[in-house]
């Protein structure tokens, strides 16, 4: 039997024969890449010539080029369509993979060559982006413990593959509490529910063969029942089961976990000199220094806090004219909010919804993305990896840039949120290589026959995702290891969270957001509604999240906290979290921080980057145009074509002349006055 996983693709844009690619071909495909990742290495080491960038640096680049093409599609899989077979891999994979990473990392003689590069760097005629791509890989070697010696040595590797191992079962803990529990409707507490979620809960119902309706702990069902559902207690059941998540008391509690990947990281830094985790975190961002996340942090806290408390006052009075005992509690907020947004604002999700078909919506990001790069999409046949999956050419002047994957809907097998990851990124290097990105989202999926409709909040997070899909599709740079969304981490989310913007241009819902049924552009009256109540209850949104980002930030600055639910809880009360506001992620299922190292004591990177998203949007109103071609293309040559190709502070400078402040996040959130 050959192994599609370690032939040549030389279908359609080489893309991945999904149709070939069984869960049994992975574990050889694994072993071999590895195998041949170290093979590689190794002859680097051996070699007789002197250090060069190209035998070294370029050579080191291209070493691993078979495992990033097994483990793009594997971890593609893993994350948005598990199985039992799959997730035995992935435990199986996980540590075999820091291992390999370890090894690379902490070889002697492949460190004496870098660091002679590095020593002469001024002398080897680099040109900027290698200069760049040889100071992060030194960089990379320092910080994972190059340098190190004897038992510290040891045990820095110890550190790193249990870290590995904590990260995996944290992540398959919350999938198993999040598929385990659901909660059946009768049809009279289906009564007061909007048409989109009875149809949603009686897909995810037939989903699970129950032969009811559900609520389940997916996103796009439980956040539009507690916003609708005037059953206090059933919210209540509901809302109890969603922040329980991980910390359930069983085999898949992730208190202990998260308590134990604290410590080994909080050791790891102080093994490397650093005097915490965060220290050593933050050394490679753009904000530098957990002080510089606190001011940032407090500066929006307080007055989000203010909004929230005066917020929650009006909620409570309502909650008490329905007949209820006060006080205001979590599961109320969302019900009593979005029953005010109607009287306040005139506005109804389930009004809003008929208009956000998820086809016009993904037209919507495509044409902006016409209109302001040039680029165009057209559907592909063949199969993706999974029926669900829609793929497009893209193009501009009819060259192929990429491909795009849209995996939309919510099911089972798929973990929660929303993201893109690059299946295959863009490089230079060995040959022009064009990306394959895909965009997972956890939309609900509608019954046979019927359109899938979005919530606002959906359509925007289609739009974010696309936005790191055009970081990724538009990338220029030679060295795949700093191509596409491969940025400090406070600074990927610029891209992102500026595309969030072009859903707010007028004219973009005017021609996208039509009726399903009736075919109808939303009627003026209702577009101005929703715009205008596009900071309605930011307080509430800017609280959860700032706790998030100020507990992860506590939980990584000092001493790691031997209980981590007390630290916690000790964080929120310092800060003065209003009573009927939880944190966004709660600890046992705060996914961003202990799933792996990707946003620990970075949560918070999302704000740094809206300082700069509100900032650079400003650019094109500035210059007379939301779609304005210069800006575009300013744009694209500073950021999105760059990569990581040059610090992110210089891009953004470069594209908009200096470093923004806070006002203009603090406006666009609605939390001080406009101008
Ligand atoms: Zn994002």
Redesign the pocket.
């Known amino acids: 039997m050959t192994n599609p996983l370690l032939a040549d693709w030389t279908g359609q844009f080489e893309l991945p024969p999904f149709e070939a690619i069984q869960d049994a071909h992975f574990e050889e495909a694994m072993d071999a890449a590895l195998d041949e990742a170290r093979a590689n290495v190794d002859a680097i080491v051996a070699q007789d010539e002197v250090p060069t960038f190209a035998n070294t640096i370029e050579a080191l680049e291209e070493a691993d080029a078979l495992l990033g093409k097994v483990a793009g599609v594997f971890y593609n899989l893993a994350g948005a369509d598990a199985t039992e077979a799959r997730e035995a891999l992935q435990r199986d994979f996980s540590p075999k993979l820091a291992a390999y990473s370890s090894d690379i990392l902490m070889n002697e003689g492949l460190f004496e060559r870098v660091e002679a590069l590095w020593n002469a760097r001024d002398d080897l005629d680099l040109t900027e982006e290698q200069a760049r791509l040889l100071m992060l890989t030194r960089r990379r070697f320092v910080r994972s413990g190059a340098q190190l010696e004897g038992a510290d040595r040891d045990r820095f590797r110890d550190i790193m593959e249990r870290l590995a191992v904590l990260g995996t079962q944290f992540t398959q803990n919350l999938l198993a509490d999040e598929r385990g529990w659901h909660m059946e409707l009768s049809e009279d507490d289906l009564a007061a529910l909007p048409e989109f979620l009875v149809d949603a809960a009686r897909s995810a119902g037939d989903e699970k063969g129950i032969g009811a309706p559900v609520i389940t702990l997916s996103r796009s069902l439980i956040t539009p029942f507690l916003a609708s559902s005037p059953k206090r207690e059933l919210r209540q059941r509901a809302y109890e089961a969603y922040v329980a998540r991980g910390a359930t008391g069983g085999k898949t509690d992730n208190r202990a976990i998260a308590a134990e990947i604290l410590r080994l990281r909080e050791e790891r830094a102080k093994l490397l000199g650093y005097e915490s985790f965060a220290a050593y975190k933050l050394e490679t961002e753009m904000a530098g220094s957990p002080d510089r996340v606190r001011d940032l942090l407090i500066e929006v806290w307080t007055p989000a806090r203010a909004a929230a408390e005066a917020d929650a006052e009006v909620l409570e009075r309502m909650l008490m004219a329905d007949g209820f005992d006060g006080p205001l509690e979590p599961w109320d907020w969302h019900f009593y909010s979005e029953k005010r947004r109607k009287e306040e604002h005139d506005l109804d999700e389930a009004e809003v919804k008929p208009y956000l078909q998820l086809d016009r919506m993904i037209e919507a990001a495509f044409d902006t993305a016409g209109k302001l790069f040039g680029l165009e999409f057209e559907p592909l046949d063949g199969p993706g990896y999974h029926p669900d999956v829609r793929m497009w050419n893209v193009t501009r002047n009819g060259d192929h840039l990429a491909v795009f994957m849209g995996d939309y809907f919510a099911r089972g097998s798929k973990r929660s949120g929303?993201?893109?990851s690059a299946m295959r990124s863009q490089k230079k290097l060995g040959g022009e290589t064009q990306p394959i990105v895909v965009n997972v989202c956890n939309f609900a999926k509608p019954e046979a026959g019927k359109p899938a409709l979005l919530s606002y909040d959906d359509a925007r997070t289609l739009f974010?995702?696309f936005?790191?899909a055009l970081h990724q599709m538009l990338s220029d740079v030679t060295y795949e290891s700093i191509s596409g969304t491969s940025v400090a981490r406070d600074f990927?989310?610029l891209p992102?969270?500026l595309y969030e913007h072009w859903l707010e241009v007028p004219e973009v819902l005017a021609e996208y957001a039509t009726h399903a049924e009736t075919g109808e552009p939303m009627p003026k009256d209702l577009l101005d509604r929703l715009l205008g109540a596009a900071t309605y209850n930011m307080g509430f949104a800017t609280v959860e999240y700032v706790a998030s980002a100020m507990v992860d930030l506590e939980f990584h600055s000092g001493t790691a906290p031997a209980d981590p639910m007390q630290k916690q809880a000790e964080v929120l009360e310092e800060l003065g979290m209003p009573r009927a506001i939880r944190m966004r992620h709660a600890t046992p299922h705060f996914a961003h921080v202990f799933s792996g190292d990707g946003y620990s004591s970075g949560y918070y990177s999302?704000m740094w980057s809206e300082v700069m998203d509100a900032d650079a949007f400003e650019a094109f109103l500035e210059a007379g145009s939301a779609f304005d071609a210069a800006t575009a293309k300013a744009l694209e040559d500073n950021i999105l074509s760059r990569g990581g190709s040059v610090e992110a502070e210089d891009l953004y400078k470069a594209f908009r002349g200096k470093m923004p402040q806070v006002e203009a996040l603090l406006k666009g959130r609605g939390l001080i006055a406009a101008e």
């Open positions: 929303a993201w893109c974010h995702e936005g790191h990927v989310e992102s969270q999302y």
